[in-house]
């Protein structure tokens, strides 16, 4: 069953700009070769640091300072969601290896292998699209658990549909895929979902998870990378298109008491990951105690220092150091897949946290 969709929808979905976000984006991206050479020079005497090493730390920076004055001109930046995978695959030397789903798309990452199955959704507020750091993230997931364990994970990446495409469009090409999968011979067992950012919380969405309300606005962002105000206007224009009669499914105080019981019934294990800059580091901690009420196998995982989505944009400065959180989640998926716990549909979800609309975590259920 599909919920109706009352937008536009399609992979990739871009609309045109008006004239103050054109103006916007013009001045910014001007602007932005002098504040990179402020950053070189003075960047890493800033409380962002952090310790980071110098290319992580003019990432963090340059991120936190487009983020502040963009928003739906990221569509315009940063290309498609296709032509991201694609520069990856290019630049590992791999086949690309796409399943055209009709109203959607998903890229393999490597070959496909079917045996165990993560479809991962990309983080970007509803309004950006993948990028190849989210994609090599998993590519190593699976290359460290091949090598150290010796065990197979095929890994799908869901190319979904961005602003102006809205609520329950993402949810229904999620459906989809895992439709899919299954016409594929994958068993419901053997498919994980995972997410970061805007891309989990189409998960809660297929789970009829729900999450807490929070004020975003009210939260210190000096420590993380995204702005505060960032995450605010995401969640408002994913909002300003969702019918009162949808928002059920994403704003929790409007969700019937007890949505979460039974999740034992969906999912055996949990793993929840977050960093302690997180800029709802609190609510982290809230989401993780309201599972553990209903769900006897969860576990919360810190990373100090860490802020939002930290092991991608390690990637994407170019680190080829194992991150810590990508070495528990290797660990994680090697007991995981060794034990064969699996018995019931399992989800690998990772939750980033927007005003009303999603928390701030990282979570892996099986």
């Not at 504040?35 to 920076?61: E, Q, T, W």
């Not at 340059?62 to 969601?81: D, F, H, K, P």
């Not at 199955?117 to 990309?122: A, D, G, K, L, S």
């Not at 509803?126 to 010796?150: C, D, H, M, T």
Request: aromatic share 10%; with cysteine.
């Amino acid at each position: 069953m599909r919920l109706k969709a009352v937008g536009g929808c399609g992979s990739d979905s871009q609309h045109g700009f008006s004239f103050p976000e054109s103006v916007a984006m013009n001045l910014t991206m001007i602007q932005l070769p002098f504040f990179m050479i402020y950053v070189s020079l003075l960047g890493r005497c800033s409380k962002k640091a952090n310790g980071h090493p110098f290319n992580r730390v003019l990432n963090d920076k340059t991120e936190y300072y487009v983020l502040s004055y963009l928003s739906v001109q990221l569509q315009a930046i940063s290309g498609s969601s296709l032509m991201a995978y694609a520069n990856w695959a290019e630049q590992k030397k791999l086949k690309e290896v796409v399943d055209d789903l009709g109203d959607t798309r998903f890229g393999w990452v490597g070959p496909r292998e079917t045996k165990h199955v993560v479809i991962y959704c990309h983080r970007g507020g509803f309004v950006g699209p993948l990028s190849g750091s989210q994609v090599e993230f998993w590519y190593r997931i699976q290359q460290a658990l091949k090598k150290k364990k010796n065990l197979k994970l095929g890994v799908a990446v869901l190319q979904y549909s961005t602003y102006p495409a809205f609520f329950p469009t993402q949810l229904n090409e999620l459906l989809l895929a895992i439709e899919h999968l299954m016409s594929m011979g994958v068993s419901p067992p053997k498919i994980r979902l995972a997410g970061d950012s805007a891309g989990a919380n189409i998960i809660p969405q297929r789970l009829r998870w729900h999450l807490l309300n929070l004020a975003l606005r009210e939260y210190d962002d000096s420590f993380d990378l995204v702005p505060a105000k960032c995450f605010g206007l995401w969640t408002d224009t994913h909002l300003s298109t969702t019918p009162e009669s949808h928002r059920v499914y994403i704003q929790p105080d409007t969700a019937p008491k007890g949505w979460l019981a039974g999740l034992h019934k969906i999912t055996k294990r949990i793993l929840i990951t977050a960093g302690r800059n997180e800029l709802l580091y609190d609510s982290i901690v809230g989401f993780s105690e309201a599972v553990k009420e209903v769900h006897g196998d969860v576990r919360l995982d810190m990373q100090d220092g860490g802020v939002h989505c930290d092991a991608m944009f390690d990637i994407g400065a170019g680190s080829t150091a194992p991150h810590s959180i990508e070495k528990r989640v290797t660990d994680w998926f090697a007991e995981t897949l060794e034990k064969r716990k699996v018995q019931n549909y399992s989800s690998v979800v990772s939750f980033t946290a927007k005003r009303n609309v999603f928390l701030q975590c990282r979570c892996f259920g099986i």
